[in-house]
């Protein structure tokens, strides 16, 4: 079992910048990949970004390449999302999902949200134009 609770979502303007942070406990010795997701109202739920949780590999979307950058420190045990250069399409609630990295070696597999077991509840990140 994984738990995730994220924390660090609020309001800013455009081409400002935020940070999120997720803490992460429970069992993560089975190799996991830990990412970021967002979800806009009336929208699916949209992979940002994620990173191996030993190695340190990213993976990233391509709207939020050069802007977000997704880090974790395994002696915190917590996973980050610094965001700058936001903009208004960025509006959405931001979650921490966890899955193992045997089911999600391709980059199809790795942004199927289905594929990841453990979730965050969101924080709502809103950006103003």
């Known amino acids: 079992q994984v738990q995730l609770v994220e924390s660090g979502g609020g309001l800013v303007q455009a081409g400002g910048s935020l940070s999120l942070s997720c803490a992460v406990s429970?069992?993560?010795?089975?190799?996991?990949?830990m990412a970021w997701f967002r979800q806009a109202p009336g929208e699916e739920r949209e992979f940002v970004a994620a990173i191996h949780w030993r190695g340190g590999t990213t993976h990233y979307i391509d709207s939020v390449k050069g802007r977000f950058t997704i880090a974790r420190d395994t002696a915190r045990s917590t996973v980050n999302l610094q965001m700058s250069s936001l903009k208004p399409e960025d509006t959405a609630v931001y979650y921490c999902?966890?899955?193992?990295?045997?089911?999600?070696?391709?980059?199809?597999?790795?942004?199927?949200?289905?594929?990841?077991?453990?979730w965050g509840q969101g924080t709502q990140v809103t950006v103003s134009s």
């Open positions: 429970g069992r993560t010795d089975g190799g996991y990949h």
């Open positions: 999902a966890a899955g193992l990295t045997i089911y999600l070696n391709t980059w199809r597999l790795m942004r199927d949200s289905s594929k990841y077991s453990y």
